[in-house]
């Protein structure tokens, strides 16, 4: 599998720590501090679905590929307005494409796992051209009267075209069953017959334990992604690590000890926007000309589960 082409959509509407400290026992050096963000984009006037057909088209063109020349479409999506259809189903329609998809849920690691799958379909022969789009609202998730998750949660969208190639060079999934770690709760309809009805739940996350997990297992797998591809840490170009938190991302780097600017970042002023982090990352660095062909890339991501996904790619082979 290789990349052929990028795309990314975020939110008109940029919120400051400043702005979130009007309502929130809050400030932005309280914020900046633990978090790295400054910033982030939140859905106002644009839906979800607006910013996944955005980011889908770019990438669809300057891919080349037609859009009724894909063979498949993966989403990766924690939640969004519909339970059924799958995000995939609408989008489909909104890009013009005619090919079937799926949508997958693996919280903030879900670009990873959709290039596994990706590269496992073309080598199988199922697909040569497939579609993957990242589109999460995860500030809709959110108790917006605590500090907890609001700070750190926003809205956006990215999305690659793959096809076949040679640049998938080694890829690691693990998970630990932890689900009170990181989870959010959706109120399902009631029937007649429930004996255990729960109401609905905004999301949860223990701070200091998700830190440590996201930290230990991060590290632990991308040392094992680098076994496999019988590499070392320096022989990586950049490390596009999912954007959740700078100090988690500082930490992981110190471990490894690799220097700060083979780790770009973007939080400081888009937030955490889940599994769209690595793919808009990815997207912003090409558009800067910051990525060339023969640069390998390691893009490591943890999540809700709690799971972690690290692979390793040869840029443009």
Not at 26 to 49: C, F, M, N, Q
Not at 211 to 219: D, E, G, P
Request: proline share 3%.
């Amino acid at each position: 599998m290789r990349i052929i082409g990028t795309g990314s959509a975020l939110p008109s509407l940029s919120v400051s720590n400043d702005e979130l400290a009007t309502f929130l026992d809050t400030s932005d050096e309280w914020i900046t501090e633990r978090t790295g963000i400054k910033a982030r984009r939140l859905l106002s006037t644009e839906t979800l679905y607006d910013l996944a057909e955005e980011a889908a088209k770019k990438a669809i063109k300057s891919s080349g590929v037609a859009a009724d020349q894909l063979d498949f479409i993966i989403c990766s999506n924690v939640a969004n307005r519909y339970i059924t259809p799958g995000m995939n189903c609408i989008l489909q329609e909104k890009i013009g494409a005619t090919c079937a998809g799926l949508d997958i849920n693996v919280a903030c690691a879900g670009f990873v796992n959709a290039l596994m799958l990706a590269d496992s379909m073309i080598q199988a022969g199922r697909a040569k051209h497939i579609l993957i789009v990242c589109a999460e609202e995860p500030s809709k998730y959110c108790n917006w009267k605590e500090r907890d998750t609001s700070i750190l949660f926003a809205d956006g969208a990215g999305a690659v075209v793959v096809d076949a190639g040679d640049g998938f060079k080694a890829v690691h999934l693990s998970m630990i069953s932890s689900k009170d770690v990181l989870y959010y709760e959706r109120c399902m309809e009631e029937t007649p017959y429930e004996r255990n009805r729960k109401e609905g739940q905004p999301l949860v996350m223990r701070g200091r334990e998700l830190f440590r997990m996201a930290v230990s297992q991060s590290t632990k797998d991308i040392r094992t992604v680098l076994e496999k591809a019988g590499m070392q840490p320096s022989d990586i170009t950049y490390y596009l690590m999912h954007q959740a938190n700078k100090r988690i991302i500082e930490s992981i780097r110190t471990l490894l000890g690799e220097p700060e600017e083979k780790f770009p970042t973007n939080i400081e002023n888009y937030g955490n926007t889940s599994s769209a982090s690595i793919p808009i990352l990815l997207d912003e660095m090409l558009a800067a000309g910051k990525i060339h062909k023969g640069d390998t890339l390691l893009m490591s991501a943890f999540g809700a589960g709690f799971v972690s996904a690290v692979c390793i790619l040869e840029w443009g082979k």
